[in-house]
């Protein structure tokens, strides 16, 4: 069993940056894959980044060149740096871990929101 705690969301203006955290309850090192995920009322939740092996990344076109997925294991975190931030941007964000190839674990989300 894993457990993950985000945090780091917040009110921020349009252009701003923010850095979610995302803190699993033990090591995250050999772990499949880590993401970001995001939702707002209505819609489902669709991805925002990846981070396979703490080293291949993969990020939605909308976010890409404003986003940056990484981990730091010995933190057992995963990170999400997101610049030049839009209303658009505007949604609860969800962290999950795949540590094989059967399980996943989600948080229960921070709350971004970004104000034009």
């Known amino acids: 069993q894993v457990q993950l705690v985000e945090s780091g969301g917040g009110l921020v203006q349009s252009g701003g940056s923010l850095r979610l955290s995302c803190a699993a309850s033990g090591s995250i090192f050999n772990f499949r894959v880590m993401g970001w995920y995001r939702q707002v009322p209505g819609k489902q939740r669709e991805l925002v980044a990846l981070i396979g092996k703490g080293v291949a990344t993969t990020y939605a076109d909308n976010v890409k060149g404003r986003f940056t997925i990484s981990t730091d294991n010995a933190k057992n975190t995963v990170y999400l740096q997101m610049n030049n931030l839009k209303p658009e941007d505007t949604a609860v964000y969800y962290c999950?871990?795949?540590?094989?190839?059967?399980?996943?674990?989600w948080g229960r989300g921070t709350q971004v929101t970004v104000s034009s």
């Open positions: 999950k871990a795949v540590p094989g190839l059967v399980n996943e674990y």
